[in-house]
């Protein structure tokens, strides 16, 4: 199952050649980097065998030329930000190839993710940039259950009357979204929302989209839920979202009190086949899953919710609900 490049196959090896090309700062790009492009030719675009000392060079002039819509631009930016961030440790030089080729490709208009490289160039501490926390911090607002957003978007203090809700989804049969949420809670020693002073409201949409999605609790499967988001609904909330887990997961900055930050991620053997895996079911997803009403889908069995939104069962599914692949 692969795709083409938004629907043009002339431009798929245009892409896998600005991606090959930015990454090269006289070493061919990484190792990491380079095994993640052979994994996006293969996952995404059906492209089993490339040989990427084989892809032809090319400027950023010339990339600019091939490309020249707004979106698919801004889609090339994405790729070149997420490959540039897992070169470890980020150099001046690799920074400045990416910022040549997005300068071609219309200008990174303020993306945090060229921020926070800068930052991290500048100053070489694992930190997230003021850019990439103020955009992180306006993705969660924006991005958390909408019933429950005006309420428990913060709590100081626990709000037994939300716990209780979401308890009561233990008497739903084996399979629904709402039980298999709270055992999803239960196996990883998670308090239930409204327990414990935090975001409750993100945190209800964020893991039940785990579920759907069928993403577990890992840092790669962390990073993979954020890749599906984005390829769900594409946009400026959803790429700030996923470029904070990259920092978190990635790069090691600075992490809130949910998360413990950890380095080098994607080097992890199979993780890259996990994200891009997560990418293309997005690409495939009939709705932007964080925006449904979870709670009123909570009855529901969770493999008629993904039929319903043209979700495909991951190819390793986590363990929670492995039967429900």
């Not at 998360?259 to 890259?272: D, M, N, V, Y």
Request: aromatic share 8%.
């Amino acid at each position: 199952m692969s795709i083409t490049f938004d629907g043009n196959e002339n431009l798929t090896l245009p892409l896998l050649r600005v991606i090959r090309s930015a990454i090269d700062t006289g070493d061919g790009g990484t190792t990491q980097q380079r095994g993640m492009l052979s994994d996006l030719a293969r996952i995404i675009f059906g492209l089993d065998s490339l040989d990427v000392d084989g892809l032809e060079p090319i400027t950023p002039r010339e990339a600019g030329e091939v490309f020249t819509s707004v979106p698919l631009r801004r889609r090339v930016r994405m790729f070149l930000v997420l490959f540039m961030l897992c070169r470890h440790p980020l150099s001046d030089e690799q920074l400045q190839s990416v910022e040549d080729f997005v300068d071609a490709l219309g200008g990174d208009e303020g993306d945090p993710g060229l921020a926070q490289a800068r930052a991290m160039v500048e100053t070489q501490i694992l930190e997230i940039s003021d850019d990439l926390l103020r955009a992180w911090g306006e993705a969660v607002d924006v991005t958390a259950e909408r019933s429950l957003r005006d309420e428990y978007l913060a709590i100081e203090v626990a709000a037994p009357e939300l716990v209780a809700r979401v308890a009561a989804f233990r008497d739903l049969p084996r399979g629904t979204l709402g039980r298999e949420y709270v055992e999803f809670y239960k196996a990883n020693g998670f308090a239930l929302p409204g327990e414990e002073p935090g975001v409750p409201a993100f945190f209800v949409a964020h893991d039940m989209c785990h579920l759907i999605a069928g993403c577990g609790p890992t840092a790669q499967e962390e990073i993979a839920l954020g890749a599906f988001l984005l390829g769900a609904k594409e946009d400026d909330d959803h790429w700030a979202y996923l470029l904070g887990v990259l920092a978190i997961m990635e790069y090691g900055s600075f992490a809130p009190p949910s998360f413990e930050a950890k380095i080098g991620t994607l080097a992890r053997p199979g993780a890259t086949d996990l994200v891009f895996d997560a990418l293309l079911r997005g690409l495939q997803c009939y709705v932007d899953l964080l925006a449904v009403d979870h709670l009123a889908m909570a009855h529901l069995p969770i493999a008629d919710i993904r039929q319903r939104f043209n979700i495909s069962a991951p190819k390793t599914p986590f363990p929670a609900i492995i039967a429900l692949a």
